[in-house]
C-alpha cells in the first residue's frame, strides 16, 4: 500500500491533464490545470511523510518527537500560493480572450484571426 | 474581429475531438507508466530520511526560536526562496491589473444593481447580519495566524489570504458601492507594495546590522512567544501586508469586471 499516496497523484495528474485536452471553455481548461497542479501537492507531502510522524511544530510537543519532513511542507506552500497567483492571472486572460473574439472556446480561437 | 465567421467554421488542420482524445489516452496511458516508473524508484511511502528537513527538525528551535518549523524554512532558512515567491505573486497581480485594465472601448458605468428602473431585492437581513458580523473576527483571525506564524501553523501568506476574505463578506452581504468605500484602491496598492519592499528591505536591515542578506538579526526572545523568532515575525508581517493587498486587488479587479466595465455603445473591438 506505501505506492498509493503516489499512485492518486498521478492519477490526479492525468485526470486534469484530460481535462485540459478536452475542454470547451477556458474558465474550465484554468480550473483543470489547478487540478494537475493540485498532484503535487499530494506527491510533495507524500515524499516527506514519515510513519507516525508528527507535524514539524514544537509548540507543545518535545523537541526529539519524529516529525514529517518541514522542507516541503514549506514547498507546498509556494506551490499553492503560486498557483493562486496563477489562476488568476489565466482567469483575466480568459476575461481578455472573452472581450476581444467574443469566445471561450479554445477551439474558436484561431491565433490569425484579429 | 470579422464578420460572419460562426463557431461552426473549421480550420483544415484542425483534428476532431475524438482523434485528440485518443492521441490523450496513449499518450496519457504512457505518461502514466512512466510517472510509475520513476515513483516506484522512490522511497517508500513513510520512511523518508532526507537529512536536511530532519536536521532542521532538531535544530530550528534552539538556533531560531522559532517552533513552527516551516515558517524558520520560510522565513529564515530559505528566505532567499520566499523572496522570489513574492515577487512572483507581485508580477502576477500586476499582470493581472494591466490585463484587465480599462480599455479604449470601454467605459465605467453605474454598477448593475443601481440601474435606473431596476428592482434589486439585495441581501436578505439575515445574510447581511450574518457577513457584518463575520468581517471583524475574519480580520482579527488573520491578524492572529499572521501574528502567530513562527509559534503555531500560519504566517503571513495564510493570513493575508484571511484578511481578504473578508472584502468578500462585505461584497456578498452588502453592496457594491458600500465595497468601493471601504476598498480605496491607492491605498491597497501601497499595502501591497510595502509588504513586498518591507521584506526585501528586513533582508537588507541585515546586512546594515553586520550578518548575511535575510539572516536572523532582531533578538530571538523565548520560543513560544509572539515576540520570538527575530526578524521572522516581521517578515511575516510583511508578506501578511502584500498578499492582503495583492488578493484583494484581484478580487477587486474580477469584480470591476463584472460590476462596472461594459462595452461603449457603438465600439468596435480590437
Redesign the interface.
Known sequence: MSFLPFAIAIWIFLVGLYGVVSSHHLVHLVICLSVVQSSTYLLLLGIGYRTNGAASIFVDIPLNTKAVDPVVKALTLTDVVVGAAVTALLLALAVQAQKRFGTVDPDELDPLRD | ??AG?G?A?R?DS?IS?AT??RL?LVS?AV??AL??WA??G???????H?I???L???V???QEHA????T???FDY?GF??LG?EF??FA??L??AL??RE?RDEEEGPPDDDAVGRQVSGASVAVRLITVTLVGPTVLLAGYIIAHGA???GGG?QGG?IAATALLFVYLGGEYLALRRIRPLPLVEITKATGAAGFVLIGIAGLIWGVAFLDNWLPKGT??DVFSAGTMQLLSVAVGFE?TG??VL?LS??LD?TIVLR?RRGAR??
Not at chain 2, 522512490?42 to 523518508?48: L, Q, R, V
Not at chain 2, 517552533?67 to 516551516?70: F, H, Q
Open positions: 474581429m470579422s465567421e463557431p467554421r480550420r484542425e475531438f485528440r482524445r490523450f496519457g505518461l502514466a510517472m510509475t515513483l516506484a522512490m522511497p517508500a511511502f513513510g520512511d523518508y532526507g536536511y528537513g530532519l532542521l527538525n532538531r530550528a528551535v534552539p517552533t513552527n518549523v516551516i524558520a524554512v520560510n530559505r526562496d520566499t515567491e512572483i505573486l502576477a497581480v499582470g493581472l490585463i484587465l480599455r509559534i503555531t501553523p501568506f489570504v520560543p513560544g498578499i495583492g488578493f484581484i479587479e474580477f469586471q462595452r473591438s480590437g
